[in-house]
C-alpha cells in the first residue's frame, strides 16, 4: 500500500459495460459504499462528463454534524473503462472546495462477461494538516473490498433474469 493511496481488485461476473453503468448511476453509490456513510443521492443524472458535478447526503456518528452533504466532481469518464470523482463541500455561496481525496474505479475486460474491477482512494493532495486532523485513510481496506463485492452484487443480474448486450459487450 502506496502511503497516500489504497487499492483494491475484485472480478465482476458482468460485462464492463454493465459494471460501468452501475457506477455512473448516482442512485446506486448508497448500497454500493462499504461504510454505510453513503445515504442518497441528491443529483440523480448519470455521470456523464469530466466536471459534472452530484451531490450525496451522508451519515457519520464522528462528523460534527451527522447528517451531511458532499459534493463530488467527475475528474474521469471513460466508459466502459474508468471513472473517478473529486469528493468536497458546497459552500453556501455555492463555491465548491475540495479536500484533496478522490475515488477511482478502473475496468479492466476478461472476455465478454466478466471485468477486473480495480478502486482506488487516493488521499495525495490533502494538506498535512487535514491528513492529522481527519487521520487518512479514515477507513481500512476492508471498506474498498466490501464496496466491490456491493458493487458485484449490483452489476450480476440475478437468475433468470437477461440483460440486453449493448455494442461494447461483445467480446
Do not use: C
Not at 7 to 19: I, K, Q
Amino acid at each position: 500500500m502506496a502511503e497516500d493511496s489504497v487499492s483494491a481488485t475484485l472480478t465482476v461476473a458482468a460485462p464492463a459495460a454493465t459494471v460501468f453503468a452501475v457506477l455512473a448511476d448516482p442512485t446506486a453509490h448508497a448500497a454500493i459504499d462499504g461504510t454505510g456513510w453513503v445515504r442518497e443521492a441528491a443529483d440523480r443524472a448519470p455521470l456523464t462528463e469530466v466536471g459534472q458535478v452530484f451531490r450525496m447526503g451522508m451519515y457519520h456518528p464522528g462528523h460534527p454534524d451527522r447528517h451531511y452533504r458532499v459534493a463530488n466532481q467527475v475528474r474521469v469518464v471513460d466508459p466502459p473503462r474508468a471513472i473517478g470523482w473529486l469528493t468536497g463541500q458546497e459552500k453556501e455561496d455555492g463555491r465548491l472546495e475540495f479536500g484533496g481525496w478522490s475515488w477511482r474505479y478502473d475496468l479492466a475486460p476478461l472476455g465478454r462477461d466478466r471485468t477486473e474491477v480495480t478502486l482506488t482512494y487516493d488521499w495525495s493532495a490533502v494538506a498535512p494538516s487535514v491528513r492529522e486532523y481527519l487521520r487518512f485513510p479514515p477507513f481500512g481496506p476492508d471498506h474498498l473490498v466490501r464496496s466491490l463485492r456491493h458493487l458485484a452484487a449490483l452489476a450480476v443480474p440475478e437468475a433468470g433474469e437477461r440483460t440486453p448486450a449493448g455494442p461494447d459487450d461483445a467480446g
